[in-house]
């Protein structure tokens, strides 16, 4: 079994900067790939980023492209969502995912593991 804990959510004005963070305990951090999803009010459950432990390949949904990054220390146990250039469309809680499949996609279904979610705003 797999813990996450998010942390960094917060309010933060429209072309603002958050630095989300996930610690994961409890199975070999290295090789789990790791995602991060977000959830609006009233909207279904969407990815934002994975970045894989198989071989550290990363991916990110179209509209965050060239705004958010994600990156992993593997000696912490923990991997980050850096956020810039935010939007209030960008508002949601946002939750950390762990799979076990050597190259999962941002379908849900392929993660494992949830965090509680931390809620990030974006004021216009």
């Known amino acids: 079994q797999v813990q996450l804990v998010e942390s960094g959510g917060g309010l933060v004005q429209a072309g603002g900067s958050l630095r989300l963070s996930c610690v994961a305990s409890?199975?070999?951090?290295?090789?789990?790939?790791m995602g991060w999803f977000r959830q609006a009010p009233g909207k279904e459950r969407e990815f934002v980023a994975v970045?894989?432990?198989?071989?550290?390949?990363?991916s990110y949904e179209d509209s965050v492209k060239g705004r958010f990054t994600i990156s992993r220390d593997n000696a912490k146990s923990t991997v980050y969502l850096q956020m810039n250039s935010l939007k209030p469309e960008d508002t949601a809680v946002y939750y950390c995912?762990?799979?076990?499949?050597?190259?999962?996609?941002?379908?849900?279904?392929?993660?494992?593991?949830w965090g509680q979610g931390i809620q990030v705003t974006v004021s216009s």
């Open positions: 995912a762990g799979s076990r499949r050597y190259w999962p996609t941002g379908n849900r279904n392929h993660y494992d593991y």
């Open positions: 409890g199975r070999t951090f290295s090789s789990t790939s």
């Open positions: 970045i894989r432990g198989s071989d550290g390949s990363i």
